[in-house]
């Protein structure tokens, strides 16, 4: 029987604009249109948290598992499954968020909210009460802005509104930090006709114990330490603080020119992962004592890892063509590709002086295993990339997907492999625990490259970029006709300004199975990792590995 929302039960806050839906949210993302079983499951969520381990953060599968069995209890569809998980993550993290003050948490709310009429106003009514009380606003959509602010300090808990998408992309994040966050579910996953439980919001705003903290697990893991730490190195003072270890300022304009956009480019936009990843590392080998920054040699590694991979971003985005890089223009696109390939050349040398820099802070081997690990990524990268520039060429054949999984394990894998082994030898770590960081980084690298090529098909489409979609897609071919007739809707797309000819190749790598294949591929390779992290020693190593495979594979 169809359940029926209670307006009475449920005051909503709405706002109409286009709809758009997917199978996936139809099949697991449905959120129960019955207030009464909405509160069930809520109820539920607390219940089955506490069965939860208290000082790990829950992954996706003890979430996952959790939600199931109380849906079991509950005689409920699977449908309602990712619902279920953000009931019992909230009922884990509402303890931890109780002892936080007001003053210390974040409103986040999505922009389909933003001025929302009618209901709308008492949705500002409680953002009027919240900001009395302390809290801090942000109306945002996407992972970057809200990471962005916690990366800032002063953010140590988040009350939130999201629909499932976001829940699972952007509070699985926050969550995975090991930052306290509960969310309230928008019932409608569209802009269409956005809802939600109001009264759960005010709730959660007001909660507030200030023994719980106390009660909370203080060896609690948090990667929030880290990721702070990470954007503190790109602050204009700390980053010229450290940068004037190495090279003194320029007086002379022309030769200070260069110079200037690479560091302008260095503080640019990203995450940030590859630094966090090299901190984060270092802390799992040797914690430091409390409230104590990272060391002189973790940051100046730290940003040289940085300053590679934007040199990498230089290089590659004129040989992508690629217009458009942090919503900004690319540098090439902005001075030029000879200016731009000049500025990554010198970010390569200034990334080695600034090891330079940090070996002379640490014992001689891990020095040396250090230069190893980021000159050996650098080859492999260059490797990776170069055999995709050739398969571009004009009458190349079209790659085979072992061809382009061995590329992407070489364009991605060492970069990771080689942030966290720096952490590593940073933390006092031996070469010899660096082999099993490689073969982990070799399946998330290649996970996230083909996760790249799931979400970028239609620009690798028009740019005619060989991927693993398109390779599986022509192995799928049973004759020479059909895979005459998929090259030909790939040649037609390429360069294509038109959606048709794009959609008509798109729907030939659906019917081939190339979706379905690299879905299955990504999850293979987020399994195979988190199973090797498991094994990894030491355990916050292990823990961090774990956090890692989730972060970027989930």
């Known amino acids: 029987m169809r359940e029926e929302m209670s307006p009475a039960n449920s005051r909503a806050i709405r706002r109409f604009g286009p709809r758009a839906n997917t199978p996936q949210t139809a099949a697991l993302k449905r959120v129960p249109e019955d207030f009464a079983v909405r509160q069930r499951l809520r109820q539920a969520g607390l219940d089955a948290a506490a069965a939860l381990p208290g000082a ?3 992954s996706r599968q003890e979430l996952e598992s959790q939600a199931e069995q109380l849906l079991g209890k509950l005689e409920l569809p699977r449908a309602y499954l990712a619902f279920a998980m953000v009931m019992v993550a909230n009922g884990w993290w509402l303890p931890r968020l109780r002892g936080i003050s007001p003053s210390r948490r974040l409103l986040l709310l999505p922009r389909c909210l933003d001025g929302a009429a009618g209901d709308g106003a008492e949705l500002a009514e409680l953002r009027r009460r919240a900001q009395a009380a302390g809290y801090r606003t942000l109306v ?5 802005p809200v990471v962005r602010a916690l990366a800032a300090g002063g953010i140590d808990g988040i009350v939130g509104v999201a629909c499932m998408d976001s829940l699972e992309a952007v509070f699985g994040k926050i969550w995975q930090l090991g930052l306290p966050a509960v969310a309230v579910p928008l019932l409608d996953n569209t802009c269409c006709s956005t809802t939600a439980d109001l009264p759960w919001l005010e709730d959660y705003l007001e909660t507030r114990d200030a023994f719980a903290a106390a009660a909370a697990p203080a060896q609690m893991t948090s990667y929030l330490a880290a990721l702070r730490q990470a954007a503190a190195l790109f602050e204009p003072a700390a980053l010229a603080a450290l940068i004037a270890r190495v090279e003194p300022p320029a007086h002379d304009s022309a030769l200070s020119e260069t110079a200037d956009i690479a560091r302008a480019w260095l503080a640019a936009g990203g995450k940030r992962l590859r ?21 002189l040699a973790a940051q100046l590694v730290a940003l040289a890892v940085e300053a590679f991979h934007k040199a990498s971003l230089a290089h590659d985005d004129i040989e992508d063509e690629d217009e458009q890089r942090y919503g900004q223009p690319t540098l090439y696109r902005q001075y030029g590709r000879a200016v731009a390939i000049n500025v990554g050349d010198y970010l390569l040398g200034l990334g080695y002086r600034l090891l330079c820099a940090a070996g002379r802070e640490l014992p001689p081997a891990a020095a040396a295993g250090i230069v190893e690990q980021m000159s050996q990524a650098h080859v492999l990268l260059a490797q990776g990339q170069g055999a995709e520039l050739a398969w571009r060429r004009e009458g190349a054949a079209m790659p085979r997907s072992a061809e382009v999984l061995h590329c992407y394990a070489l364009k991605t894998a060492p970069a990771f492999a080689a942030a966290l082994s720096c952490g590593v030898l940073l933390g006092g770590g031996q070469s010899g625990a660096v082999r099993p960081l490689e073969i982990f980084s070799r399946h998330v690298g290649v996970g996230f490259q083909v996760l790249n090529d799931l979400s970028d098909w239609r620009d690798d489409l028009r740019a005619a970029r060989p991927t693993y979609l398109t390779a599986i897609a022509a192995e799928a071919c049973t004759d020479d006709a059909a895979r005459a007739k998929l090259l030909a809707a790939i040649r037609a797309a390429g360069g294509s300004a038109d959606e048709p000819p794009v959609a008509a190749a798109a729907g030939r790598l659906e019917e081939l199975g190339a979706f379905a294949t690299a879905e299955a591929l990504v999850e293979r390779l987020r399994q195979r990792a988190g199973e090797l992290a498991a094994r990894l020693e030491p355990a916050a190593l292990g823990q961090l590995c774990g956090y890692l495979t989730e972060l970027i594979l989930a």
């Open 56 to 58: 790990v953060v829950p």
């Open 140 to 144: 945002a959509d996407g992972t970057p």
């Open 275 to 295: 630094p966090f990843i090299t901190l984060a590392a270092a802390v799992a080998m040797a914690p430091p004592a409390a409230g104590l920054s990272p060391s």
